[in-house]
T-cell receptor
Framework: KNEVEQSPQNLTAQEGEFITINCSYS?????LHWLQQHPGGGIVSLFM???GKKKHGRLIATINIQEKHSSLHITASHPRDSAVYIC???????????FGQGTRLTINP | DVKVTQSSRYLVKRTGEKVFLECVQD?????MFWYRQDPGLGLRLIYF???????EKGDIPEGYSVSREKKERFSLILESASTNQTSMYLC???????????????FGDGTRLSIL
């Protein structure tokens, strides 16, 4: 079993829909990261969380440390949000990240 | 803005060749990382470095080596390339989490390497 599990693996939605991507992890962490990867490869860091909730534009990330669970929400989704979204955790005391397998999101016009 | 630059976007090499992938960052980051990304497997850490001349094996170091002679540059070396090393390779850097607490990693655009 992977230490970091994302669901769903693939998600297709219509423009304007509210999107939720989930991430569960099994280890004690010091931080959780949400990353975005567009076709072509480049990865951008969206959020880094250790508790609570963060918001940036139409993106919201939440984390529940007790339940070892995080969600990434996209409001008013747009075709340009189509990308792979990756959850990663940094275990307490470690320098490296452990990655989930990613969620491929497609937003149709 | 942090800039992480990988030397090539696409690279084609032959089996048995020695292959060098270069990564340069411009923000004086202590940590640098090399990952490979394969469909269905996600990002896997090959090696990372937390200081000049320092390196640690990641999850899949076999068949690879690294070099960090200067703080800004981290090289990945495929000693004798094989077809199973065909993959997307991504470099990243960050400030030290030991010194600075939680830090985001900044990624390069990736190198798509094909070994024929």
């Amino acid at each position: 079993k992977n230490e970091v599990e994302q669901s769903p693996q693939n998600l297709t939605a219509q423009e304007g829909e509210f999107i939720t991507i989930n991430c569960s992890y099994s280890v004690g962490i010091s931080a959780l990261h949400w990353l975005q990867q567009h076709p072509g490869g480049g990865i951008v860091s969206l959020f880094m969380l250790s508790s609570g909730k963060k918001k940036h534009g139409r993106l919201i990330a939440t984390i529940n440390i007790q339940e070892k669970h995080s969600s990434l929400h996209i409001t008013a989704s747009h075709p340009r949000d189509s990308a792979v979204y990756i959850c990663a955790v940094r275990e307490a005391g470690a320098q490296k990240l452990v990655f989930g397998q990613g969620t491929r999101l497609t937003i149709n016009p | 803005d942090v800039k992480v630059t990988q030397s090539s976007r696409y690279l084609v090499k032959r089996t048995g060749e020695k292959v060098f992938l270069e990564c340069v960052q411009d923000m004086d980051h202590e940590n640098m990382f090399w990952y490979r990304q394969d469909p269905g497997l996600g990002l896997r850490l090959i090696y990372f470095s937390y200081d000049v001349k320092m390196k640690e094996k990641g999850d899949i170091p076999e068949g690879y080596s690294v070099s960090r002679e200067k703080k800004e540059r981290f090289s990945l070396i495929l000693e004798s390339a094989s077809t199973n090393q065909t993959s997307m390779y991504l470099c990243a850097s960050s400030l030290s989490t030991l010194l600075q607490g939680n830090q985001p990693q900044h990624f390069g655009d990736g190198t798509r390497l094909s070994i024929l």
